[in-house]
């Protein structure tokens, strides 16, 4: 089935280090691929997304690329702040003929930045 | 302000006690859905609705039910809520069916059943 592997966590790194959380999906398709983050107590919101193979998403300083050679979205933000600490989700959504748009997510992986 | 509202917040009930999570949205969104978080298994989809009286089990439907009467209301009902249902649920709804739309989410509700 169509699933979604991201880094375990947590992940602590200084403030304005170089930030990598690794996402790779299986998926019988093409799917989309999305990025969400989940600050303390509040909802998930989107953080960036992709539809399409090479496609790179981008905002707030963070980016991904949509490769699908190596069906990977890495998440990736050159110099972290403390404000980014959060939990931060991997997902994809496949259409089936567009039966349901249930996204899938991965397990989640938490950053604490440090100051 | 466009926003999912769900209530209560936090809700500490005992095994077998019926209640009831609303969730609202004010984007006129078609599509809703309810999923629940636990550590190391991220989110699952519990139900969806694609309409108003259009409903459909997600991943992980056993002990929950769903209703859709107006398109902006999308309430979760335990009958009989069991330890196993203690968790995070999140209520999210996007314009459409259509892939690539945004999902936005409630703020969650924790739950705890004793």
């Known amino acids: 089935g169509n699933s979604v592997t991201q880094m375990e966590g947590p992940v602590t790194l200084s403030e304005e280090a170089f930030l990598t959380i690794n996402c790779t999906y299986t998926a019988t398709g093409y799917p989309s691929l999305f990025w969400y983050v989940q600050y303390p107590g509040e909802g998930l919101q989107l953080l960036l997304k992709a539809t399409k193979a090479d496609d790179k998403g981008s905002n707030k300083g963070f980016e991904a690329t949509y490769r699908k050679e190596t069906t990977s979205f890495h998440l990736e933000k050159g110099s972290v702040q403390v404000s980014d600490s959060a939990v931060y989700f991997c997902?994809?959504?496949?259409?089936?003929?567009?039966?349901?748009?249930?996204?899938?997510f991965g397990t989640g992986t938490l950053l604490a930045v440090q100051p | 302000e466009a926003q999912v509202t769900q209530n209560p917040r936090y809700l500490i009930t005992v095994t077998g006690k019926k209640l009831t999570v609303t969730c609202s949205q004010n984007m006129n969104h078609e599509y809703m859905s309810w999923y629940r978080q636990d550590p190391g298994l991220g989110l699952r989809q519990i139900y969806y609705s694609m309409n108003v009286e259009v409903t459909d089990k997600g991943d992980v439907p056993e002990g929950y039910k769903v209703s859709r009467k107006e398109k902006r209301n999308f309430p979760l009902i335990l009958e009989s809520p069991s330890p196993n249902q203690t968790s995070l649920y999140f209520c999210?709804?996007?314009?459409?069916?259509?892939?690539?739309?945004?999902?936005?989410f409630g703020q969650g509700t924790r739950l705890t059943v004793v």
């Open positions: 997902a994809l959504i496949m259409n089936y003929g567009g039966a349901t748009n249930k996204l899938i």
């Open positions: 999210a709804s996007s314009l459409s069916v259509v892939m690539n739309t945004e999902a936005f």
